[in-house]
């Protein structure tokens, strides 16, 4: 499905709104149902469905040492 200006702009508009679909649907006065399946045609159209694979880099430290010692009675 080819999107149209109209749900484009709707979409990036919500994407930087914090709202949820709902909550922007309603103060656009867009039907939720429809929003959701534009929404859709919208993701896989830009190929954000797709799991992307982001380079990490892990550090990993040494705990320090520990000494626990027991404290008996009359010690």
Not at 8 to 18: A, P
Not at 52 to 58: A, E, H, S
């Amino acid at each position: 499905m080819v999107l149209s200006a109209h749900w484009k702009n709707h979409i990036e508009t919500w994407q930087g709104s914090g709202l949820t679909q709902a909550a922007y649907c309603r103060q656009h006065d867009l039907n939720t149902h429809t929003f959701s399946s534009r929404l859709h045609a919208f993701r896989s159209q830009d190929g954000a469905e797709s799991p992307t694979l982001i380079p990490v880099q892990i550090q990993h430290q040494l705990p320090t040492a520990m000494v626990l010692r027991k404290r008996g009675f009359g010690v």
